[in-house]
């Protein structure tokens, strides 16, 4: 049981050690600049007071002694005294090769210059200034050491958490599971259901409950239509193969299924009512509702939000398996007449509008009304024509229509079925 984001803990230690030790060294050379000023101030001073009676007329044997004294400090690298003619008079220093800075003053007697003194004080490098604070610096390299070792001990989940989060994932893998067995298994029903009507090509919800497309265009009645479509930014599915992107689009067509069914059930809505105008493909899907029954656009909303449910749960399991997968977004509409838009078109125009698990409607008064009470609506920003005018951002539920969202979308990834 490691403890969370291990590495990125690390990295920040490592920063943090490096700007310490960079910030000692900076501080370090700042003090010593402050002091070598001040040291070379004081000395050129004293030198001058010592060295002027020797200076005119020049002593040379007095001014090296004198120099000399001068440069057993070890932060001296070399003296210069010269007379008023810039001649030296004396040199003296251990290190007269190294580089420094240089401190300068001039010897006046009478207010008249009789010579200058030269100081040269050593300027430390960077490895000096290492080797004087490599104490401080190793303390910091223990402190955060410490530092690691304990974020080790203190962020480790409990065993409690721990076996928590090995259920959440245990759970989440039976869920897929169980899933993609339903796939095979409405893949093998619907194989039959075909062979026994035989009717190629046509789209059916189940043998019991479907209504025909065909059927549903006679009827000629008002519809809404939820349109589901796939928010890929990157092209994603461009760059897979056609297996792959087949399996994703029969899984989510089982999603939306059992979302029908359960939703159906739960409004009391014969599913007679509502058809599949397109399956999941890589524009994604359509379904119709008529609008004769009371609560059919409330019904209509309640798929759309578990489907998102159950879309989310899919998302979140094959990215931890780094496995291919799209996140959706939903439109509901009915038609639009000012731009001659049937249900399905205007739906499909709705969903281009929004980014991932969010939803718009675009409904009659009536409707809107009747669904306002369940959900919180927001206006479409930045409208451009009818239909974005009209339309409304889902931004939220109240608790009754989100326990109920919720306790369906778990029967479906229990597997429960529905009964007709």
Known sequence: MNAPRQGLFASLLIISFALQAFLLVLATTYQLKENRANQGQLMTSQLVADGLQEMSPPNTVSLALIANRYSSNPSVASIRILGMNNDVLATSGLQQTRTGEVFSRDALQNEKKVGRVEITLVKPSIGEILRTEWLAIVLSFFLHVILWLAYRVIARPSRTEYIQRIQHEMQLKNEIQSLT?????????????????????????????????????????????????????????NSVSQSVATSHFNLCQIFLNKSIALCAQHYQIPTSTISIEEEFNA????????????????????????????????YKRYREEKRFVLQTRCGISNAVDEMQLEAPQAASRLCQLLSAKESAVHLDHAMLKSVNDCYQLVALPSPTNVLTRHAFMINGMNTPCAVIAQKLRTEILKGKKTTT
């Open 181 to 237: 067995e339903a796939l095979e298994q409405e893949k093998q029903k619907n194989i039959e259901l075909v062979t026994q009507q035989d009717m190629p090509k046509s789209k059916v919800f189940n043998a019991e409950q479907v209504l025909d497309n065909t059927q549903a265009k006679d009827l000629n009645k008002s519809q809404i239509a939820l349109n589901i479509q796939f928010y890929d930014p990157k092209q994603l599915l």
């Open 283 to 314: 524009q994604g899907a359509t379904i119709c509702i008529t609008t004769d029954k009371p609560k059919a656009a409330t019904c209509l909303l309640m798929i759309s939000t578990v489907f998102q449910l159950l879309s989310e749960v899919l």
